[in-house]
């Protein structure tokens, strides 16, 4: 490998792609970019040294390896969408001083924003986009500073800013990282470009009550794609709203308040008493159809699917109904007519893995109340028993399938649609970190996922997290382009479970150490559960959802 040799060489830096350097001790990464002829298609939006994540104003004191992030990679994207945040806090300060922007959550391909009490005008989103646009142009930088805990909660009060005060109280950190831009202070739970200039493109949409804000892509970074609306999830993340606004838990210091307080046990029970209630509703309206047959039920990994379906059931058999459930994961080809990805590895996530023409026979005849011998899938061997299950369903009752492919018809292609019922369940985080800092769904299923994939699969966190991207781009290809074609979604998040989730996979993500790329993530996930107070277990109930994840569940 070719070795330059600039002036005064004390460190070497081994850049990914590009060779190694000497390089004066001391340099920022940032003035490495300028030195350097980074080979990346997209902007450089951070740096991995070390297999630990830094920012662009990082200070080399040493000798490493350095990996370019740029905008094609999720981190990247999770800096470039953060920095475009401060701007938009920002500018909404300077223009409504009176008024308190919350970052809420992604919905479709952008980020939903709304102010507190207050809806958002086109005139206003217009006025914020146009100032936004001002300080990028301007390039101003963008600061990273250290200050003891003391200073940074000054700092907020000053800023009315009692969110993040009160975050900032439960954190067991004397020191903290904050940003500066024109003054304006802000904390952010991850890393920020060193200046507005570097951000990439953006769009401000209007949305009632509230803005859409849009920014590039990890799967198309050189361009913005147009809004595609999504009423059905928009419609339960404002009864996520409903429900947090009722706990009274908007963010995670409100959260750490309640248990600070000895009353997180009725919390528990309430939030549990609106997933029933929710539940009993579902069931009601299916038992209300005396034409539906089939109900599916679809979401991405870690939704809570199982227990969900089997909740749904007792609650269909309060209606005095007798539902059947089939399983999926019987219908499975041999392994060796199974379809392989790009990466030429086994694709069981595909809908091609599946034997649709014999499923859908099946789902005829049990219809018609004829018994069918419904085959049983071995994982082991990869193919199918010798003798399957013989299974006859009740006349006029419903038959319960749980998959992710539930809400493509191209899985129950010959079954009529309105013998159809299609449930999408997935994880919508109802609660932010404060208003500025919101939790991503996929944060809390992947947390849910590392925990039962060790509980009952033996796999470690690292396993977990290497599989991670796979199962994200399995989602994006089988199950949310078809969520809008549910009848009704379900939200399977709880607004206390980051607590008590917490003790059991901080252990786990702290055993994946530096010497794995992993390690960035694991790192990420370890801070995100530092912001939570541990829950007690034994106040889960044992039908809950996240007893899926835990163990101890009834079912």
């Given at each position: ?132 646009l001002q300080i990028i142009q301007a390039n101003q930088n963008i600061n ?288 932010n970190i404060d208003y500025n800092n919101r939790i991503p769904t996929t ?113």
């Amino acid at each position: 490998m070719a070795i330059s040799k600039l002036l005064n060489p004390e460190i070497e830096v081994k850049i990914k792609g590009a060779g190694s350097y000497y390089l004066p001790a001391g340099i920022r990464t940032l003035e490495i970019l300028d030195k350097i002829n980074i080979p990346s298609k997209y902007p450089v939006m951070g740096v991995i040294i070390n297999n630990s994540l830094r920012d662009l104003q990082q200070v080399l004191d040493s000798s490493c390896e350095l990996e370019p992030v740029d905008l094609s990679s999720e981190i990247g994207v999770r800096i470039n969408t953060r920095t475009l945040v401060f701007i938009l806090v920002k500018a909404s300060r300077e223009l409504f001083p009176d008024r308190k922007l919350i970052i809420k959550h992604s919905l479709s391909n952008g980020l939903y924003c709304e102010f507190l009490d207050s809806s958002c005008s086109q005139d206003d989103i217009e006025a914020i986009q146009e100032r936004m646009l001002q300080i990028i142009q301007a390039n101003q930088n963008i600061n990273r500073m250290v200050v003891s805990k003391a200073e940074a909660e000054k700092i907020f009060t000053e800023q009315d800013q009692t969110d993040t005060v009160k975050l900032l109280e439960y954190r067991d950190k004397e020191e903290v990282n904050l940003y500066e831009l024109d003054g304006f202070y802000e904390y952010f739970y991850g890393y920020m470009l060193p200046a507005t200039g570097m951000v990439s493109q953006f769009r401000l949409l209007n949305y009632n009550p509230g803005l859409v804000l849009q920014s590039p892509e990890a799967k198309a970074p050189g361009e913005l794609h147009p809004y595609v609306e999504q009423r059905k999830l928009a419609v339960v993340f404002q009864e996520a709203k409903h429900w947090v606004k009722m706990l009274d838990t908007p963010h995670v210091a409100a959260l750490n308040d309640i248990i600070a307080r000895g009353d997180i046990s009725d919390l528990i029970r309430v939030n549990e008493a609106l997933h029933e209630k929710k539940i009993a509703s579902i069931a009601d309206q299916i038992c209300n159809n005396p034409k539906i047959r089939l109900v599916l039920i679809a979401g991405p990994s870690s939704s809570g699917k199982t227990t969900f379906a089997q909740r749904l059931m007792i609650q269909l058999r309060v209606n005095g109904r007798r539902p059947v459930s089939v399983s999926l994961d019987n219908y499975f080809l041999d392994r060796c007519l199974t379809p392989r990805d790009d990466e030429n590895e086994y694709d069981f996530e595909s809908i091609k893995a599946l034997k649709i023409d014999l499923f859908n026979q099946h789902l005829l005849s049990l219809i018609n109340g004829e018994e069918v011998e419904i085959p049983c899938y071995s994982f082991q061997s990869g193919c199918c028993e010798k003798e399957g299950i013989k299974v006859r369903v009740p006349h006029g009752e419903p038959i319960i399938i749980e998959g992710i492919h539930g809400l493509n018809d191209r899985l129950t292609w010959c079954i009529p649609a309105e013998q159809k019922f299609k449930i999408y369940i997935s994880a919508l985080t109802q609660l932010n970190i404060d208003y500025n800092n919101r939790i991503p769904t996929t944060d809390s299923r992947l947390i849910r996922r590392i925990l039962r994939d060790s509980r009952t699969r033996g796999y470690s966190a690292l396993e977990t997290i290497k599989r991670w991207p796979s199962v994200r781009r399995g989602e994006e290809k089988n199950i949310f382009p078809f969520q809008e074609n549910a009848d009704v979604m379900f939200n399977s998040s709880l607004v206390y479970e980051l607590g008590v989730l917490k003790p059991f996979v901080e252990p786990l993500v702290s055993q994946i150490g530096a010497e794995h790329r992993e390690h960035v993530e694991a790192r990420r996930l370890f801070k995100f559960a530092s912001y939570f107070r541990p829950i007690p277990v034994g106040d889960v109930p044992p039908n809950s959802i996240l007893r899926e994840f835990i163990g101890g569940s009834c079912f």
